[in-house]
Each structure stands twice: as structure tokens, then as C-alpha cells.
């Protein structure tokens, strides 16, 4: 099973360390990056993928327009929280953040939080073929995969060789992709073929 | 130095872009680099920037001349070129050659490879005939009272920003190649091969990503700054 990736942002180095241990019991959970700070926060996510972001609710403030702009990262945040938990005061952003979990809570409720966390990213990303293409171009990735030409491709799904060609061209400039075998192995290391499938030899 | 190749050991893919050889007994980082005529402060630089992503050197490498960087660059396609695509293509050949794969499944991983290197030397060869002399033009021409008209003329048809966009990013494909071996194709038999193969894939990739890195991150920022700046200054106003 594919592990989720979690980054920990959080300055207390005690509560770090103690999540860290937390984690570290749990199945499923890769640790990918520790920060006690939120300098370099921007560029590593540029780079890296994460599932979920535990973040102390100071840091979080702090950083609050690198996570408002961008919905996608907003839903991975797990908002670590400090403050008095009787006064539900959030602000609005911190509304909108996946979960949260208070720094009172005993170790039995933020395990169910986390546990849960990974149920549901279990059904989001099963590894199938990612977002970027459409499903028409991973129709199109299929079939050439599986050795058909672009006139064959066309007959298939009842498109004009023009409009075949078209996806084709969208989809080497989206995957930065040109080549069958290239093509082929993307569609294999994505799910959308299986190597079984694979029936042509790559022109040589 | 001895304490820095020991304890980084992944910093060995550097020494041949900076020429730098093995066997210098007790010296300090800065005698090796003195004697080899290396920069010590830039091959410093390079190496923080090579043992951790995260680490942006745009700061301590401003304090270089471009051309410095051009050359450490072309060294950097040169020893891919030279050491470590022929490298990891002849260990995956052999690999192929002694394993019970099907016909097919050979045919794919060969022909994937080959795709590969012909997109990756295309690069290369892009940034080497065209980009780099254009660095090395555009730092000449800023040196220079007036720049050459001429010059100008091109730099206002050719930015540098024109070729970032096609910064194709070569890792990915090496991703790719390594995802296939340990998830979809059968196991090899040759399985200390097999484990060579895939790390020396995935030192490629961390040595692409930094490649890329360098290029995106401290070499185009800079390369743009001195393009407006010769732009304005031939054409103040």
C-alpha cells in the first residue's frame, strides 16, 4: 500500500518530537520533512508531494497567504492547535483547513483523527491515472500504448485523424512525453495499461 | 577534505566537473581546490547545494561571474554524457541481456531507454550550441562601454526567459524507468545488478533535479537581470 507522506511543521521542538513518535507508531505514515519553521516551507512543496501538513496554529498564521491561495494545499493541513479550546474562535481561513487537533487531547482521539485522515486519502489517491490528462487523452494514451496508430485510434473512437493528432500533441506537451515506449511506460507506471496489455514492440 | 568526502560521500560525482582528483593526503578543502586552480568558495557553494535540495544558493553563487557557472554547467553535461548515462545504459543492457524477460519486455525497456538518451543528448546539445554562448555573449557584451547594436537586436527577439518555458525536465522519465523495474516488470535474477541499476537511477535523478535547480533557480534569474540591464541601458527611457 502507498504510504502517506506527512510533513511536520511545528516550532516547539518537544511537541515535534512528540508527534514524530506518535507517527512513527502508526502504519501507512512516511515522515517525509521536519520544519521548525516556515522559511523554506515553499520551495519544498513546490518540489515534493505531500499528503498531509501538520502545522502549529502560530506557524500556520504566519504562513497563512502560502496556504489561502491554494485550496489544494489547504485541504491537507492539520492544524495544531494550542490555544484555549473553549472559545471556538477561528479565524476564517482555519475553517477550511482539513482537521485539527488540540494539543490537550489524549492519545487515543488524535490517533482516530489520523487514522482517519488516512481512510479517506486511502479512496483520493489509488494510485490511478493522475489528474492531468483527460479522460479522453488517457483513452488515447491507452490505445497507443497498445500499439494502434493514429488512424486505427481514430476509427476507434470515431474522431477525425485531425483531432486524434490534436490530443496527441496535448498530451506530449502536458507529460513532456513524445515517444511511444515513453508514452508506453508512463501509461504502465500509471495504471492505465497493463504491461500484459502492452502488445506492440517499440519501433527501434 | 578527506572529512568532507567521508561524510558525504554522494559529493563524489563532483570531483571530475571541478577536475578535482583523489589522493591529497592531509590537505584542507582549500589547498585541494588551490591546487587543482578551483574556486574554493564556489565549489563549496555547489557542494551545499548538492547535498540538499532545499538549500537555494542564489545568494552565495551571485558572487560568481556567469561564466563560471557556464563552465561548471558544460562540466556537468559532460560528465552525464560521458560517465553516467553510458554508466547506468550499459549496466541496463547487461541487466536485459541476462534476465529471463520477455521478448517484449525487453524491447520496451530498450526502446524506452534509447527514446531517452536521444531527448536527453538533444537537450544537451541545445543548451551547449545555443544557450550557454549566449550566456557567455550577453556577460561579454555587459562588460563592454557599448554593446555591440547588433547584440542588441537579437536580445530583444531572444530571451532567456523564452528558453526556461522549454526546460523540459529530464527526471521524471528516469522516475518512470525506476517505477517500472521495482513495480511492473518480473524480478531479475541478477539482483545485485538490478540494485545497481536503480541507485545509480536515482543518484541521476537527485543530480538532474539539481542540475535543473542551478539552472532555473540561480543561473535564468540572473541571466534575465543582465539582459534588462542592457536593454535599459542601450535604450534608457
Do not use: W
Request: charged share 25%.
Amino acid at each position: 500500500m502507498k504510504k502517506s507522506g506527512f510533513i511536520l511543521v511545528i516550532d516547539s521542538y518537544l511537541v515535534r518530537k512528540g508527534m514524530v513518535s506518535l507517527l512513527n507508531h502508526l502504519q501507512g505514515i512516511s515522515i517525509l520533512q521536519e520544519f521548525h519553521n516556515t522559511e523554506s516551507l515553499a520551495s519544498y512543496l513546490l518540489k515534493q508531494s505531500v499528503d498531509f501538513i501538520i502545522i502549529s496554529q502560530s506557524l500556520f498564521k504566519a504562513s497563512a497567504d502560502l496556504f489561502i491561495s491554494d485550496p489544494a494545499l489547504l485541504e491537507k493541513i492539520v492544524l495544531l492547535k494550542d490555544g484555549d479550546s473553549g472559545k471556538k474562535k477561528e479565524g476564517e481561513s482555519a475553517s477550511q483547513v482539513h482537521a485539527s487537533i488540540h494539543l490537550s487531547e489524549e492519545k487515543e482521539k488524535i490517533v482516530g483523527k489520523i487514522q482517519a485522515l488516512l481512510d479517506q486519502g486511502k479512496f483520493k489517491n489509488r494510485d490511478l491515472a493522475p489528474a492531468e490528462l483527460s479522460p479522453r487523452e488517457t483513452t488515447i494514451v491507452r490505445l497507443v500504448s497498445m500499439g494502434l496508430t493514429n488512424r486505427q485510434i481514430a476509427d476507434n473512437l470515431f474522431l477525425s485523424a485531425h483531432t486524434v493528432m490534436t490530443h496527441r500533441k496535448n498530451i506530449s506537451s502536458k507529460l513532456g512525453i513524445k515517444s511511444v515506449s515513453g508514452l508506453t511506460v508512463y501509461a504502465i507506471v500509471n495504471n492505465i495499461i497493463t504491461i500484459e496489455e502492452v502488445t506492440s514492440l517499440p519501433a527501434e | 577534505m578527506y572529512r568532507v568526502v567521508t561524510e558525504h560521500p554522494q559529493l563524489l560525482p563532483l570531483f571530475p566537473r571541478f577536475n578535482l582528483k583523489l589522493g591529497f593526503g592531509e590537505k584542507s578543502v582549500e589547498e585541494v581546490c588551490e591546487d587543482y586552480h578551483v574556486n574554493a568558495d564556489f565549489f563549496l557553494e555547489i557542494a551545499k547545494a548538492y547535498l540538499d535540495d532545499l538549500y537555494v544558493p542564489a545568494e552565495g553563487l551571485s558572487l560568481f561571474s556567469l561564466t563560471t557557472m557556464v563552465n561548471y554547467i558544460a562540466s556537468t553535461h559532460k560528465y552525464y554524457t560521458e560517465i553516467a548515462l553510458p554508466g547506468v545504459e550499459e549496466k541496463i543492457h547487461s541487466l536485459l541481456d541476462h534476465s529471463s524477460l520477455s521478448k517484449k519486455e525487453i524491447a520496451l525497456v530498450r526502446g524506452f531507454f534509447n527514446d531517452y538518451k536521444k531527448d536527453f543528448l538533444a537537450h544537451i546539445s541545445e543548451e551547449e550550441q545555443h544557450i550557454l554562448p549566449y550566456i557567455l555573449e550577453l556577460e561579454r557584451q555587459s562588460a563592454l562601454k557599448r554593446a555591440d547594436p547588433e547584440f542588441i537586436q537579437k536580445l530583444k527577439s531572444y530571451t532567456i526567459r523564452e528558453f526556461e518555458k522549454e526546460h523540459d525536465r529530464l527526471e521524471t522519465s528516469l522516475k518512470h524507468l525506476s517505477t517500472l523495474i521495482i513495480k511492473y516488470l518480473p524480478p531479475f535474477d541478477d539482483l545485485q545488478l538490478c540494485h545497481q541499476v536503480l541507485n545509480d537511477l536515482s543518484a541521476l535523478v537527485r543530480d538532474l533535479v539539481d542540475h535543473a535547480n542551478m539552472e532555473d533557480k540561480v543561473l535564468v534569474p540572473r541571466v534575465a537581470e543582465l539582459e534588462e540591464k542592457l536593454l535599459n541601458t542601450s535604450f534608457p527611457g
